[in-house]
């Protein structure tokens, strides 16, 4: 049984910690085990969903913390966002889930997949924290491979990169394929050419047959000399 001081101690801890704790840590903070802290977090986050509290406690990027309910997710923003622009642009967030759903990734890599330089979009991505350099590439130049930090994982309130969502889910469907293919699909150069025929006024002969040639008028019997005694 679990001594009544380790779940009173452990939301106070929590409510002052500034990123997410791993339970290790928590257990030598309260002289437990580590088993019993995650029972007791577990008990504790799922009172709260019951009582339909404001905020949850969640386990991201290795470790506990509080963080809002997402159904009081409106009004946060409004608290938070209003009158800011700090929000990623579209190019820094496909570059990021480039860096997610391929790190470790080098550069070249990542601008290859992308079309375009990313060498400013990088950078800002590692000033906000979200990426940074994880190894080298044992190859030739050793170019400098990048993944994504907890900092990451905790703003998208993730316990690991293999909680992303697959990305199968993002590809249509076979069917949705095939309709996008028949309709992109090219008419070939005979149907063209059929079809205009077919278009061409009665008593005319399509462009391409060749024209008949008329007899030249003005060309007469051919004359023949004098007969011959």
Request: zero cysteines.
């Amino acid at each position: 049984m679990v001594a009544e001081h380790i779940p009173p101690a452990l939301e106070a801890i929590l409510l002052v910690a500034e990123e997410p704790l791993p339970p290790e840590l928590l257990a030598q903070l309260v002289g437990a085990s580590v088993n019993e802290v995650v029972e007791t977090l577990d008990e504790l986050a799922h009172q709260y969903e019951v009582e339909g509290r404001g905020f949850v406690l969640a386990r991201v990027a290795g470790g506990y913390r509080y963080q809002t309910a997402s159904e009081q997710a409106p009004y946060v923003e409004r608290f938070v966002l209003d009158g800011q622009s700090s929000r990623l642009s579209a190019a820094a967030l496909e570059t990021l889930a480039v860096v997610a759903y391929k790190q470790p990734v080098s550069r070249n890599q990542i601008a290859s997949i992308r079309g375009v330089n990313v060498d400013g979009v990088m950078r800002t991505l590692q000033q906000r924290g979200y990426v940074d350099e994880v190894a080298r590439d044992p190859g030739p130049g050793q170019a400098v491979l990048y993944g994504t930090t907890p900092t990451f994982l905790e703003r998208l309130g993730l316990d690991s990169v293999n909680d992303l969502p697959p990305l199968g889910e993002f590809f249509p469907g076979t069917d949705v394929v095939e309709a996008l293919e028949r309709g992109l699909r090219v008419v070939p150069d005979a149907d063209v050419i059929a079809e205009a025929g077919s278009e061409a006024p009665e008593g005319e002969a399509p462009e391409d047959e060749t024209e008949l040639q008329e007899p030249d008028e003005e060309t007469g019997p051919e004359e023949t000399g004098p007969e011959e005694a």
